[in-house]
């Protein structure tokens, strides 16, 4: 009797070595291609893992270009929209030896904090009666700052010092100009405009010059 570890048979059993050998070999090769098939190797199951839809969802690695979303930084630049200014006298009526003190009020509408540019290098203060222009603080300015301040959500902000306007019209060529025209007054109306970093005042503030 052929047995596995006698084999038996008119030729010499290194023969039936050899093909038992062979055999083995194939089905080796068979046994190896089929877990191939099966296990895949290389493929990552967890970079294509099914989410609860059914879609596959990327895990983005190391070398990702793709920057992390990060909350809005505090310090965030103020978007014109969300800023008001509001333009403020000290008085209604101005007696003839008075002098008007102007100031502004700044005011963050949105949700967040975020800075703005109160400094006089921003600031611009306008004095008109009717159409004609009679002031502007930029005219005759030798010295501004930039101020970088930072805004809470619905707190009014006021200048620190009002600027006194002295009553008389302003030009660029008459800034060393020891007289210049004095301002129509007797009951005079006129009107303060303000703007800060480039936003300005929804609406004037009015005021008489007696």
Known sequence: MSTIKNPVGPQPSKVYWRRRLVVLLGL?????????????????????????????????????????????????????????????????DYAADQQPELSLVVTNTGATACTLNVGTAAQVFTVKSGEDVYWTSTDCQTESSDVPFQLQPGEPVKSSAPIVWDRTRSAPDTCDSAERDSAPAGGASYHLSVSVDGVESASSKQFILN
């Open 28 to 92: 080796l090769a068979v046994i190896v291609v089929v877990v191939l098939i099966i296990v895949r190797p290389g493929g990552n199951a967890e970079a294509q893992k099914p989410d609860s839809t059914g879609s596959s969802s990327q895990t983005p690695d190391a070398g990702s270009s793709t920057p992390p979303t990060t909350p809005a930084s505090a310090d965030a630049v103020c978007a014109p929209a969300v800023v008001t200014v509001e333009a403020v006298t000290d008085a209604g």
